[in-house]
């Protein structure tokens, strides 16, 4: 898997990061070979909406997927074309008008299958030993092996986006609660103002009157 990859992209510039897929991994384990990964956008102003392409490319160069105006986050996962060096490429448009800073959290394959059992042969004890240390054998516990450390890389950057994403949840939370607190102060601080505002008006207006004394 990929390291996480975190950086700040200028306005109509590209930034790519690689991930290269060794060939055991389609040819010891069976199943759908799949790239999967999940980033994250945000502006470096908050007055501007980020607007990033991401384009994964295959071995061969060609697209496999694209996705625009990605603002927030995106998530993927598509079908490998075999062994090699596929790339995540990330482009800021020039609309954006602002920098972005871009987290790709991971980027890895996976299978779609599980690991299998190793069949443990029937005898001694003798017996047994020299039938699971055979080649066949030995290639099933490889096999089993690399399984299951592409499940472990898949959950632990899911892990990883989950953490990421209640932290973006809270940090919106906080923001929204300290504009609405700063708001709210000044919406009352206005109103007093108006109030007083109105009372010197009125005040001023009753002591402007003539007095009249009628006998």
């Known amino acids: 898997m990929a390291q996480a990859f975190k950086v700040v992209i200028a306005p109509g510039k590209t930034e790519c990061i690689a991930e290269t897929i060794e060939s055991e991994h389609f040819q010891q384990v069976p199943g759908g070979p799949r790239i999967e990964g999940a980033l994250f956008v ?17 071995p061969q160069g060609d697209q496999m997927w694209s996705q625009q ?38 980027f890895t394959l996976g299978h779609m299958r599980r690991p299998g059992q190793v069949q443990v042969p ?13 080649k066949d054998h030995l290639e099933d ?22 953490h990421r994403k209640l932290d973006r949840h809270i940090e919106t939370v906080k923001s929204n609660n300290a504009r609405t607190f700063w708001y709210t102060g000044l919406e009352v601080l206005v109103l007093l103002a108006v109030t007083f505002i109105n ?17």
């Open 42 to 58: 945000s502006p470096k102003s908050p007055h501007y909406i980020p607007y990033v392409t991401i384009r994964l490319h295959s």
């Open 69 to 106: 105006n990605v603002q927030s986050e995106a998530h993927f996962n598509i079908a490998a074309r075999g062994p090699g060096t596929y790339k995540v490429c990330l482009y800021n448009g020039f609309e954006s008008h602002v920098d972005v800073v871009v987290d790709l959290v991971y």
């Open 122 to 134: 029937k005898g001694t004890e003798e017996n047994r030993g020299k039938d699971l240390a055979n």
């Open 141 to 162: 516990v490889k096999r089993n092996v690399m399984v299951v450390g592409e499940l472990v890389d898949i959950l632990s950057g899911e892990q990883k986006y989950l």
């Open 199 to 215: 009372l010197a008006v009125t005040t001023g207006f009753f002591k402007g009157l003539p007095v009249r004394i009628t006998v």
